[in-house]
Nanobody, 120 residues
């Protein structure tokens, strides 16, 4: 069994910052891509950023220059540093990872989400 657990969400004022964390645990052989998605109320889930196992990163246009994704491979963790937050960033943020289990199964695993609310 493999799971992802996010943390770090909360209430922040416009212009503020939050650092989201996601930890993978369980029967993990290796992890390929890790990424962050978000879902605002009444909207579809959208991709935010991703990081390959080799460290290459990609960002959605809406967050480019404001958000930074990083990984700690030995700890099976991925982070999302969010800066210059505005009301449009209010959403539940989900971590996703492509994980090879110890049984050599390829799994796409989602976390339970962490809520980010940007409001004064």
């Amino acid at each position: 069994q493999v799971q992802l657990v996010e943390s770090g969400g909360g209430l922040v004022q416009p212009g503020g910052s939050l650092r989201l964390s996601c930890a993978a645990s369980g029967s993990i052989f290796s992890i390929n891509d890790m990424g962050w998605y978000r879902q605002a109320p009444g909207k579809q889930r959208e991709w935010v950023a991703s990081s390959s196992s080799g460290g290459s990163t990609k960002y959605a246009d809406a967050v480019k220059g404001r958000f930074t994704i990083s990984r700690d491979n030995p700890k099976n963790r991925v982070y999302l540093q969010t800066n210059s937050l505005n009301s449009e960033d209010t959403a539940t943020y989900y971590c996703n990872a492509e994980i090879v289990s110890t049984a050599r199964s390829l799994l796409s695993v989602w976390g339970q989400g962490t809520l980010v609310t940007v409001s004064s």
